[in-house]
T-cell receptor, first 110, second 118 residues
Framework: GQSLEQPSEVTAVEGAIVQINCTYQ??????LSWYQQHDGGAPTFLSY????GLEETGRFSSFLSRSDSYGYLLLQELQMKDSASYFC???????????FGTGTRLKVLA | GAVVSQHPSWVICKSGTSVKIECRSL??????MFWYRQFPKQSLMLMAT?????????EQGVEKDKFLINHASLTLSTLTVTSAHPEDSSFYIC??????????????FGEGSRLTVL
């Protein structure tokens, strides 16, 4: 089956850069996505990597290495509003039935 | 982006009663929708895949007679928690994706429904 592991919690200060790692196991690879979820809210899409390398979207970037079964989300110029949970996610096949990682709770301190 | 709406946002019910949660795709058709459950400070756990016009596909360990899923139209899927018990209290979230979103890795989620069973 599939599994994705993430650190449970990361703390950083405003303006800093933080990296959230994700290691995964899957029999077939169809891309790695990242989602943000604020407490009580629904997940929102941040980034997607279908191929190796870095994808940049504003303050957020995501990196993928398929040979290492590893990816990370990079958040730059941290703001208080970035305090949330972040999940990496894999589709289990060519469909969009996604399995989510264990989740990383990011705390941004003033 | 595509919009998915979920109703109700929160519901409190007595143990033993049934609760229905609706998930609608507002501006696209969805032949497939997904239902997730999330306990506090935990990840999203996939419960089942809702297929328009056919039976839902349940993940291992999810009781299909407990969590009834109906996908009667291309824009509506419903999840009914039957004979709810306090351990069913959780955050239930649906998701869907328009066909045009293939290859982008993006799922669209409803707002979620927080169920509390007394």
């Amino acid at each position: 089956g599939q599994s994705l592991e993430q650190p449970s919690e990361v703390t950083a200060v405003e303006g800093a850069i933080v990296q959230i790692n994700c290691t995964y196991q899957t029999s077939g690879f169809y891309g790695l996505s990242w989602y943000q979820q604020h407490d009580g809210g629904a997940p929102t899409f941040l980034s997607y990597n279908g191929l190796d390398g870095l994808e940049e979207t504003g303050r957020f970037s995501s990196f993928l290495s398929r040979s290492d079964s590893y990816g990370y989300l990079l958040l730059q110029e941290l703001q208080m509003k970035d305090s949330a949970s972040y999940f990496c996610a894999l589709p289990t096949s060519g469909t969009y039935k996604y399995i989510f990682g264990t989740g990383t709770r990011l705390k941004v301190l003033a | 982006g595509a919009v998915v709406s979920q109703h109700p946002s929160w519901v409190i019910c007595k143990s033993g009663t049934s609760v229905k949660i609706e998930c609608r795709s507002l501006d696209f058709q969805a032949t497939t929708m997904f239902w997730y459950r999330q306990f506090p400070k935990q990840s999203l756990m996939l419960m089942a895949t809702s297929n328009e016009g056919s039976k839902a596909t349940y993940e291992q360990g999810v009781e299909k007679d407990k969590f009834l899923i109906n996908h009667a139209s291309l824009t509506l899927s419903t999840l009914t928690v039957t004979s709810a018990h306090p351990e069913d209290s959780s955050f239930y979230i649906c998701s869907a994706r328009p066909l045009a979103g293939e290859g982008t890795g993006e799922l669209f989620f409803g707002e979620g429904s927080r169920l509390t069973v007394l």
